[in-house]
């Protein structure tokens, strides 16, 4: 692709990594500097990124962000196992083909009547065969939709962790080529390259043929700073001082020897339900009703409730 052509298609939005940040932004999505250094680099490098990090860290939320921000179609394929190409690239449109064929065996008749021998009506059917595996009955899924987006698109291929590692074949050539492969028809390439989003959960290994056609992200847990700005952001009408005690709460709750810590996501809930909730600062009571917001897991609710009290004190001095 020439230069001309690329920067035709590029969004103000992609010109710089400043200009990311600012678009992910407006949209209520705050990008730390390498957040968004791998969305410019996977546009401008036509290669996917692939994000790992803890659950509810932001992952989903950025391809989210990034395609309302950039005016692009949000195209999201969720992974699961027993994925195959009929869910993921396409498949055919049964139904419809049996269709033709119930029109076609009542027209046989008109169809070879002028053929002057059997080769001839052979022929005439055979090229009638064809036309049941065209694109007319061909049922794109979202890899192939993704391809045919003429204005663009994020193709979110969400927890590719949880499919198999055959689905993962199966991604390598759209993520080399940003092609897909029909027999019957043919390759099928993009017209606009997707910005391509992957995340996972590091629930297993990605394997080493995916990993090298991708941009490596990670997401962590947010500093104090971060937490502050991203709720800020999220809940606008909260104030500032039980803000900053929310934070550090949260800051502190993630250091202790739970399960599963809460993640960003649970801390914007916990921010909405403490102004649902009308409370002006945080108290020990108010946190002990309310922390199944924060805690998914009862074992982790049942050993945070004995160091509560100062938990809750610390955040009240900070």
């Not at 803890?54 to 391809?63: F, Q, R, S, Y």
């Not at 104090?224 to 009408?237: G, H, K, N, S, Y």
Request: proline share 5%; with cysteine; aromatic share 6%.
């Amino acid at each position: 692709m020439n230069p001309q052509a690329e920067s035709a298609i590029t969004p103000p939005g992609l010109a710089s990594i400043d200009a990311v940040t600012a678009a992910l932004a407006s949209c209520g999505y705050i990008a730390t500097r390498q957040i968004s250094t791998a969305v410019y680099l996977a546009h401008h490098l036509r290669k996917p990124v692939l994000i790992e990090g803890p659950a509810g860290v932001g992952k989903t939320e950025l391809a989210v962000s990034a395609a309302r921000a950039l005016d692009f179609s949000l195209i999201r394929l969720q992974c699961y196992e027993g994925l195959d190409d009929s869910r993921a690239l396409y498949e055919w449109k049964y139904g419809k083909q049996l269709l033709y064929t119930q029109i076609l065996k009542e027209k046989i008749g008109l169809l070879i009547d002028s053929a002057d021998s059997l080769a001839a009506a052979f022929g005439k059917l055979a090229s009638f065969q064809d036309m049941f595996f065209s694109r007319d009955f061909l049922a794109p899924r979202p890899l192939l939709q993704a391809m045919e987006q003429p204005g663009g698109s994020v193709l979110l291929i969400d927890e590719i962790d949880k499919s198999e590692e055959s689905f993962e074949a199966l991604l390598l050539e759209v993520l080399a080529d940003y092609q897909v492969t029909i027999p019957e028809i043919g390759t099928i390439r993009a017209q606009v390259p997707p910005l391509v989003v992957l995340t996972s959960n590091n629930t297993r290994e990605l394997g080493d043929a995916l990993k090298r056609r991708c941009l490596h992200l990670h997401i962590g847990f947010p500093d104090a700073a971060l937490e502050t700005q991203v709720l800020r952001a999220r809940v606008p009408d909260i104030g500032a001082t039980l803000l900053r005690q929310l934070v550090a709460f949260v800051q502190a709750l993630r250091s202790e020897n739970i399960r599963k810590p809460p993640s960003i996501a649970e801390a914007v809930d916990w921010a909405r339900t403490l102004l649902l909730l009308h409370a002006p600062a945080l108290d020990e009571s108010l946190v002990r009703d309310s922390l199944n917001v924060l805690l998914k897991r009862e074992t982790d609710i049942a050993q945070v409730q004995r160091s509560l009290a100062g938990l809750t004190q610390a955040a009240l001095a900070a």
